[in-house]
C-alpha cells in the first residue's frame, strides 16, 4: 500500500546540483559561493520494497557487436564539422549562448535542411509564440511544411506532440523553461532543469530521435541549471562573440562522437549564419607596418591552426595603481607575463595601464600566445613595431626560458599559407625539423633574445 506523498524543503546548489539538508555559503562539492538556493520537493512514499531485477542482458565487452551509425548532415559544412561529420541519430544536443547571439536563428536552419530532405522537425519554443518563430523562419527562408512549431512547456504536452508528430528531430528552446507539473517546484528551478531535462532525454533516445536543448547561460558564462545537464547529453557548444559583431564562434566543450576543443567560425547576416571558409585571413586585418604594440600569433583550437592578431598597449598610469584589462587574453596569465618582463627582461610596468586585445572577438586560452604578447608589449613600451610578415609562437616560463608548443609543423603551414615570410619560435622546437621553403625559421631560448628577433 502506497502513502501519502509528502512535501519537504532541500538547498540545492545552482552550481553542480548537488542537493543539501541545510543551507551554505559555500558548495562543499563544486567549491562555488552562494551558489545554494532553498526549494520545495514533493517526495512520495511507498511502503513497497526495492525490487531486486536481474534479467538485464550483460555482455563481455570483446563480445559486443555493433554497426556503424550513420550520421545525419544539417546543411551547414561547418556545423557538421564541429559534431564528427553530422548529427548521430538519438543523440542528445546542449547549445548555450548569450541572448541574440544566434542560437535560435542556426536552430531554424538546421531544421529548413533536414526538412528539404524530407525529415519532419519538431520546434517546441517556451519563450515565444509560434508565430514569432515562424516570422524569423520567413526571413530566413525556412518555410517548409515538414518544420513543425508549437509554443509548449508542460512536460506531457512534449511528449504527446513528439508522438503525433514522431519528427526526425526535436528542438526545445529553451531548456530553462521545460516545466514538469508532476514536481512542485517552479519553473527553471535546478530540480525541474535537471528533473525534466533527463525524463526528455531518455524518452528520445528510447523514440529515436535526436534532441537538441537551447540553454541560457549566466553572467560567467556557464550554461544557467545544474552542472549534471552537461554531463547527461551527448555534445555540448558554446556560442561565443560580441553581439554587435557580424561573426561568431561555436566552440565544442563535449562531444561523445568527434573531437572536442574544436570551433567554427560563422558570420551572422539577413539569412543567417553562414560559414567562414579562411578564419585566419578574417583575424587578420590589413593595417601599416609601422604600428608598434601589435604582433601575429597563432593558436590551435581542436585540430585548426589559427593566425590571430594581439594587441597591446602601455602607457604612463594616471592614477595611484595602474590598470590591466585584457579582453580575449587570460587577466591572470597577463600578470603572470608582466612580472617575467620585469624580472628577467627589466622592462618595468609598475607605473604603465597596460591593455590587451585579442583582435576579432576570440577568447584564446593557448599558452603559446605568451611570446608574442611579450614582444607586443616591448614593442608599445619601446614605441619600435615588430617585423612586418612575421609570426611569433611560444609559451614563456617563469624563468623567461621559450618553452616548446605542439603542433608546431601545422602552426608554421598556416603562416606559410597566408604568406608570412618569418616565424619567431623556439629553439626546442628547430630539433629535428627540415628546413621550410618559403619561410625563415628563427629559435630563441630565452626572452632576452626577443626583442633582437621581433622588433625592426
Same mark, same amino acid.
Given at each position: ?8 524543503? &532541500? ?24 551558489? %545554494? ?30 554497426? $556503424? ?126 528533473? $525534466? ?25 556557464? &550554461? ?32 561523445? +562522437?568527434?573531437?572536442? $576543443?574544436?570551433?567554427? &567560425? ?52 594616471? +592614477? ?28 618595468? +610596468? ?5 591593455? &590587451? ?34 609570426? %611569433? ?64
Amino acid at each position: 500500500m502506497k502513502g501519502k506523498a509528502t512535501d519537504r524543503t &532541500i538547498f540545492v546548489c545552482s552550481a553542480c546540483g548537488k542537493s543539501f539538508s541545510r543551507w551554505m555559503g559555500k558548495c562543499p562539492d563544486c567549491e562555488e559561493w552562494n551558489t %545554494i538556493i532553498e526549494e520545495k520537493v514533493t517526495v512520495p512514499r511507498s511502503s513497497a520494497k526495492t525490487k531486486v531485477m536481474d534479467d538485464s542482458e550483460v555482455y563481455a565487452i570483446n563480445e559486443c557487436r555493433f554497426e $556503424s551509425v550513420p550520421m545525419t548532415p544539417t546543411g551547414l559544412a561547418e556545423f557538421d564539422h564541429l559534431l564528427g561529420g553530422g548529427i548521430v541519430p538519438a543523440s542528445s544536443i546542449l547549445i548555450g549562448g548569450e541572448p541574440g547571439i544566434g542560437k535560435s536563428t542556426l536552430m531554424l536552419q538546421v531544421a529548413g535542411y533536414l526538412a528539404a530532405i524530407g525529415q519532419t522537425t519538431l520546434y517546441l519554443t517556451g519563450e515565444e509564440s509560434s508565430q514569432q518563430v515562424a516570422l524569423r523562419g520567413q526571413r530566413l527562408g525556412v518555410d517548409n511544411p515538414n518544420v513543425k512549431v508549437a509554443a509548449v512547456r508542460e512536460l506531457p504536452q512534449v511528449y504527446g506532440l513528439i508522438n503525433k508528430i514522431d519528427p526526425q528531430l526535436v528542438i526545445i528552446d529553451s531548456v530553462q523553461t521545460l516545466y514538469d507539473p508532476a514536481l512542485e517546484s517552479a519553473p527553471g528551478t535546478v530540480s525541474q532543469i535537471r528533473s $525534466s531535462a533527463a525524463e526528455l532525454i531518455d524518452f528520445c533516445k528510447r523514440a529515436d530521435k535526436i534532441l537538441i536543448l537551447v540553454g541560457h547561460i549566466t553572467k560567467d558564462g556557464a &550554461i544557467a541549471g545544474p552542472k549534471i545537464l552537461e554531463h547527461l547529453v551527448d555534445v555540448v557548444l558554446y556560442f561565443e562573440g560580441e553581439t554587435h559583431n557580424l561573426f561568431r564562434i561555436l566552440r565544442v566543450r563535449k562531444n561523445r +562522437f568527434g573531437p572536442a $576543443s574544436e570551433i567554427g &567560425i560563422f558570420q551572422i547576416g539577413d539569412t543567417g549564419l553562414t560559414a567562414v571558409a579562411n578564419p585566419s585571413e578574417l583575424f587578420l586585418d590589413e593595417y601599416p607596418d609601422d604600428i608598434p604594440g601589435r604582433a601575429v600569433v597563432t593558436a590551435v583550437e581542436g585540430q585548426r591552426p589559427l593566425l590571430l592578431e594581439i594587441q597591446a598597449l602601455a602607457s604612463q598610469t594616471n +592614477f595611484g595603481f595602474p590598470q590591466r584589462v585584457s579582453a580575449g587574453y587570460d587577466s591572470k596569465r597577463l600578470s603572470l607575463m608582466l612580472a617575467i618582463l620585469e624580472k628577467r627582461q627589466k622592462t618595468l +610596468f609598475g607605473t604603465r595601464d597596460v591593455f &590587451i586585445n585579442l583582435a576579432g572577438g576570440l577568447k584564446i586560452d593557448d599558452p603559446s600566445l605568451d611570446l608574442g604578447l611579450m614582444a607586443a608589449l616591448i614593442s608599445s613600451v619601446e614605441e619600435i613595431p615588430v617585423q612586418p610578415r612575421s609570426v %611569433i609562437i611560444g609559451e614563456v616560463g617563469l624563468s623567461g626560458e621559450v618553452r616548446a608548443v605542439p603542433y608546431i609543423e601545422r602552426r608554421i603551414a598556416e603562416a606559410l599559407k597566408l604568406g608570412f615570410e618569418k616565424v619567431i619560435l623556439p629553439k626546442k622546437n628547430l630539433k629535428g625539423m627540415k628546413p621550410v621553403k618559403g619561410i625563415a625559421l628563427v629559435g630563441i631560448e630565452k626572452i632576452q633574445e626577443l626583442a633582437k628577433a621581433a622588433l625592426l
